[in-house]
């Protein structure tokens, strides 16, 4: 195994620098390196044999339209040496990396980032020999569902939905305890038809259940419908609280088609919970309790899943990746090949 990269500067980091973050550790195991590329911020982090999450940063993304894969893959590199600065006592073994769109985690290829600008890029590659460590590559939402099925609000469960509702609507699924990936494709749950007359989708369909259901279309549509701009869900959610019409339909329609969607999938995978996260889950109970409400209304003989509000918040990702490089670590002490 090539040793990983050399510090380049002078050690000298904040104080603070490798005091873990709050929240679960990891257990024991190798120490790894943990970058969660996303499209604005890389969230990257140093775990110990500990399994404490150590230097938690978050810096920006960059970009490059001549070489966007290349780009970022030299950022990785030089956070991983500012990483080993700060903790001059522990050598990662692997490293883990996480990125959005579409993902061939067998390849180790990010098939397609339309906020990234790549496509085909043989990101695992040019990982491992940037930062001269075998590297788990996967995809930034089924990491963060991984981390919820082991270390957050499923875990115990054996089959699981995870979605994120922010801006858009993510989702990852866990059958029979591992992430399902379906070639990269599996868990677009907010690219599902929903209303076949809908509004048009970013992603080129009509009547996505993200122009519906997501915390950006629920801002959206309630715009449109009052003539009132608003900046996210939470003050459509306020207003529907304080007996707006327009703000009513356009919440109980965003309840209606993630009710309807959960339905289809309990019918096709009957999983045991559906795990929501993303900025809409922190409505809480004003969610919850009518979205589960409505699917109980939905269900006959199916299981019904228990609905849960995710625990791991922003981090879920990063996490994810750290225990997909602690895997392909065990696997290489195993004598796996990566």
């Not at 980091?13 to 195991?29: E, F, H, S, V, Y």
């Not at 030089?78 to 490293?95: T, Y």
């Not at 990101?123 to 082991?150: Q, S, Y």
């Not at 054996?158 to 379906?182: E, N, S």
Request: hydrophobic share 45%.
């Amino acid at each position: 195994m090539t040793a990983p990269p050399t510090p380049d500067a002078a050690p000298g980091a904040a104080p603070d620098a490798a005091t873990p973050i709050p929240g679960p550790d990891l257990g024991p195991g190798e120490a790894v390196l943990a970058f969660d590329v996303g499209g604005t911020d890389t969230k990257s982090a140093l775990i110990d044999r500990h399994g404490l999450v150590l230097g938690l940063r978050r810096t920006p993304t960059p970009r490059d339209g001549s070489d966007p894969s290349g780009a970022i893959v030299a950022a990785l590199a030089g956070l991983a040496r500012e990483h080993l600065v700060d903790a001059p006592g522990i050598r990662p073994v692997a490293a883990g990396v996480s990125v959005p769109g579409l993902v061939d985690e067998l390849n180790g290829v990010g098939i397609f980032a339309s906020n990234l600008g790549w496509r085909d890029a043989p990101i695992r590659a040019l990982a491992e020999r940037a930062l001269g460590l075998p590297v788990a590559f996967g995809h930034d939402v089924r990491a963060a569902g991984d981390a919820e099925h082991r270390l957050g609000a499923a875990r115990g469960y054996g089959d699981v939905v995870v979605l994120a509702i922010g801006t858009g609507i993510a989702g990852a699924l866990v059958l029979d305890g591992k992430p399902y990936a379906g070639g990269g494709f599996a868990g677009e749950l907010g690219h599902a038809l929903s209303d076949p007359d809908g509004e048009p989708c970013a992603c080129g369909a009509r009547g996505c259940l993200e122009t519906i259901a997501s915390a950006g279309a629920i801002a959206r549509r309630y715009t449109a419908a009052s003539g009132v701009a608003v900046p996210g869900a939470r003050e459509v959610l306020a207003a529907a609280s304080a007996g707006d019409a327009d703000a009513v339909r356009v919440w109980e329609d965003a309840i209606e088609a993630l009710a309807e969607a959960l339905a289809r999938l309990v019918a096709t995978i009957a999983p045991e919970a559906v795990v929501i996260g993303g900025g809409l889950a922190q409505a809480g109970p004003e969610l919850f309790e009518p979205l589960s409400r409505r699917l109980d209304s939905l269900l006959s003989f199916h299981r019904r899943p228990a609905l849960l509000q995710a625990r791991l918040g922003d981090d879920a990702g990063l996490l994810g990746t750290a225990l997909a490089a602690r895997d392909l670590a065990a696997g290489l002490d195993a004598g796996g090949v990566p």
